[in-house]
């Protein structure tokens, strides 16, 4: 029982030595943070050396207005001039093929041929049927300018042979059906079918796209819509390439569309050499409108507050704040349209830690 009272007695002696330690130790710090303090004071009160805080070196900028092109970047997608998917009007066996994958064909250049030996049997028959009825016409005409037959016997063998007549280009409407041309120029794809394949209409033959020029279809946003012209030039890049595109615009929708609040744009470029490629995703760039007397200043150099944005500038050796209303913003710069005036000096850096009329010292920066 003892030695427990020791070894309490012990701890609480041990205690009571480091609570005692730690408050000594806290004093002598708020002796010298008291002592430093009052240096500070007498500094600040233009003490023994009168000297004031040292001013902050930060970088900044003159001013300048300067000519500036609005451009508006979006995204959009290459498609063909014209596309079809090639199917046939009839149904029948395919007797022929006469082109090749991946090749250009020309405007109604023969592509498919389909089994049409029924349909040449029906115009056979109708020709020939036309043909006696053409031959009773002309007999019953005879007649009828010497007076043997009445004008409504007539009549009935004229019809006759104008019924045979339309049976006729019926049937020869229905064997045209049976050779399948390309409707426009253009790159054919691949093919789906071989020779002896049973076309129905709702058999793909293959694609077949006209891509010289090609379309770029694009949406701006609701606020540009008014800016945007018949006419205007759009540059553009596709992926995976450097290569600037140039096309231009030659179709607007015209309305907005309510689910996006954008207004769709269409533009042509010439792909002489069929690197555009439908269905690519391309990044334009459309110019707007051209500022001539912009003020544009780097974009760290704006500080997002409660009421709006500030910059600071230099005046009299010291940072002051300035209100700012800020425009158009490129990946470096932004465009200020009010609160600052050619010649002020703009502190580019350090601006998070400024305080107003806190003194600095600029390094202006050559742009």
């Not at 001039?81 to 009839?90: A, Y």
């Not at 029948?92 to 389909?114: A, D, N, W």
């Not at 390309?182 to 079918?193: D, T, V």
């Not at 269409?266 to 110019?287: V, W, Y």
Request: cysteine-free; hydrophobic content about 40%; aromatic content about 4%.
């Amino acid at each position: 029982m003892k030695k427990r009272y020791i070894i309490y007695i012990v701890l609480a002696l041990g205690l009571a030595y480091l609570v005692y330690y730690r408050i000594n130790a806290n004093k002598k710090l708020e002796g010298k943070g008291a002592g430093a303090s009052a240096g500070q004071g007498k500094g600040n009160k233009g003490g023994k050396d009168g000297k004031s805080a040292p001013a902050t070196t930060v970088d900044g900028i003159i001013v300048k207005l300067s000519k500036f092109d609005t451009d508006l970047e979006v995204t959009g997608a290459v498609e063909a001039n014209e596309s079809v998917v090639l199917k046939s009007e009839v149904s029948g066996l395919v007797t022929g093929i006469y082109f090749k994958e991946g090749t250009t064909v020309s405007k109604g250049s023969v592509l498919v041929k389909v089994n049409d030996r029924d349909i040449q049997a029906q115009l056979q028959d109708a020709l020939t049927k036309q043909k006696l009825s053409a031959t009773n016409e002309n007999r019953a005409k005879q007649l009828l300018e010497k007076g043997a037959i009445s004008q409504e016997e007539y009549d009935t063998s004229l019809a006759d042979l104008r019924s045979f007549q339309s049976q006729a280009n019926l049937v020869r409407a229905q064997l045209a059906k049976t050779t399948i041309r390309a409707p426009f120029s253009g790159r054919i794809g691949l093919r789906s079918i071989s020779a002896g394949t049973y076309l129905t209409p709702a058999t793909v033959i293959a694609n077949l796209i006209s891509t010289n020029p090609v379309k770029i279809t694009f949406s701006v946003p609701e606020k540009y819509a008014a800016q945007i012209k018949i006419g205007s030039e759009i540059t553009f890049a596709t992926e995976g390439s450097a290569k600037q595109n140039t096309g231009k615009i030659y179709a607007i929708e015209p309305g907005i569309n309510a689910a996006t609040r954008t207004l769709q744009i269409r533009a042509l470029a010439k792909n002489e050499d069929n690197a555009l490629l439908p269905g690519s995703f391309a990044k334009i760039k459309l110019a707007l409108t051209t500022m001539e007397n912009a003020i544009l200043i780097p974009n760290q150099a704006v500080i997002p507050v409660l009421k709006g944005k500030i910059v600071y500038v230099q005046k009299d050796g010291k940072a002051q704040e300035v209100q700012v209303q800020a425009g158009t913003r490129t990946d470096e710069n932004i465009v200020i349209t009010s609160g600052l005036k050619a010649g002020d000096t703009v502190l580019t850096t350090g601006s998070m830690s400024l305080k107003k009329d806190a003194p600095v010292k600029v390094h202006l920066v050559k742009e």
